[in-house]
């Protein structure tokens, strides 16, 4: 009998464990990482396989943790979101239109990524260009420029979210810090006027809301 898999070793693991409270720590969640990590490592593949393979586990991921989802790609997959994009719109394309993918594989990877993250009727307009398996990366992208949507404008919501975000992790981080016993008067005193400086600041911030 041959050796279980890292996924059923996880699940088994995580079962025993008893229940979680973290939803990215699931046996299902636990599951899904290690069935991913099993496919990331399968060398045989070619890289568009192996970007379907990967795309089909993340659109599973997401479904199953919804707004968790993006932690578990950076805790548990150590995956940065515009690759895991580039996967998934390479695996929902392949669902909504397998022969896309089984015709133009040979365009490699990298040039297939960026076809399945087109809207379909962009995305035609690319493959019907008959240049298109001869042009270098360039000439790829210069075909590409009209089509690709522009990013979605930056509000001042948008902005105030990042703001706040980085707010709490310094905030967490200066409360955890243990305070050292400082024998120097003049760097106590420095470091005294440097968080009196940084309360100020924080004043200043929260009279600018009202």
């Known amino acids: 009998m041959g050796r279980p898999g890292k996924a059923s070793t996880a699940l088994v693991r995580l079962q025993k464990a008893g229940p979680l409270a973290d939803p ?14 099993e496919a990331r490592r399968a060398g045989v593949r070619t890289l568009v396989e192996l970007g379907l393979a990967l795309g089909a586990i993340l659109v599973e991921a997401h479904a199953l943790l919804h707004r968790n989802y993006a932690r578990w790609l950076r805790e548990r997959i150590g995956l940065e979101a515009s690759t895991a994009r580039n996967y998934v719109a390479l695996a929902r394309l392949d669902r909504d239109a397998p022969a896309t993918i089984e015709r133009w594989k040979d365009l490699g990877a990298s040039k297939l990524y960026r076809v399945a993250r087109l809207p379909p009727e962009h995305r035609q307009t690319v493959l019907k260009d008959a240049r298109v398996r001869e042009m270098n990366d360039l000439q790829f992208s210069r075909l590409l420029a009209p089509l690709v949507e522009r990013r979605r404008r930056v509000t001042g919501n948008m902005r105030g979210h990042g703001l706040r975000m980085k707010v709490q992790a310094f905030t967490k981080k200066l409360a955890a810090t243990r305070l050292p016993k400082i024998a120097d008067p003049a760097l106590r005193e420095g470091l005294r006027g440097d968080l009196e400086a940084l309360l100020k600041a924080g004043r200043e911030q929260i009279d600018r809301l009202d």
Request: no cysteine; aromatic share 8%.
């Open 24 to 37: 990215i720590d699931t046996p299902e969640a636990a599951a899904l990482a290690a069935r991913f990590d």
